[in-house]
């Protein structure tokens, strides 16, 4: 299973990614600038999604706002 970024780079376990959007955050005020970086990602079951670290918490992102870092 193939897991690409929004420029359609590979992304593998323990990448490091950056938004390129603004991201609201459901379920909390929070809001995620553009040019976030979020470290040490993991893969999931879900080509379309990675989950990492951001604002504090652990989340699950969609690959379709990020590109490789």
Known sequence: MDVKDSNGNL??????????KDL?????????????VVKNIRLTNSPAEIEGRAGGSTM??????LKKA
């Open 24 to 36: 609201k955050v459901k379920g909390s005020s929070l809001t995620l600038k553009r040019g976030t």
């Open 11 to 20: 992304l593998a376990e323990g990448d490091a990614v950056t938004l390129i």
């Open 60 to 65: 699950v992102l969609k690959t379709e706002f």
